[in-house]
């Protein structure tokens, strides 16, 4: 193993665990994951290195513990995951409501919040982090 890694490796990591660790992740969104982790920096030794014997389980999810900085999170893995073409909008939405309730968002209302977050991302071109926490805080008052 390399000690020098990709800025984004352990978060790729546990990324690739919660996509992966329940066995029930279809082709497409393995293979997005792949186009993800390119996308953010991770090389493809770095994904292989993961994949082969589940590695990738080592790592902890470590979901941000304030509220701004789920928000945070999910703003940068929506704008990364809106511009990608790779995989459809329902496989978008599923993988994000994956990804959100894994950093911390509640369950019960994880679907409105995605489905807020990629309509304001379809929308608005240049979506700002600030003008994306007031749209997804709108939708919970």
Known sequence: MSNSRSTYFEA????????LRDNDAT???KSFLQ???????????EYFELI??????????????LYDQRLESLYRITQIVNEDNTISKLMKAKWLCRMGIAIGFDPSNIKYVVGKSLDMFTA???????????GIKNIMM
């Open 12 to 19: 790729f990591a546990s990324i690739m665990k919660i996509t």
């Open 27 to 29: 082709d497409e969104e």
């Open 35 to 45: 186009h993800f982790g390119k996308k953010i920096g991770v090389t493809s030794s």
């Open 52 to 65: 082969d014997d589940n590695m990738y389980m080592r790592y902890e999810i470590k979901a941000p513990y």
């Open 124 to 134: 608005n071109n240049v979506l700002t982090l600030e003008g994306y926490k007031d």
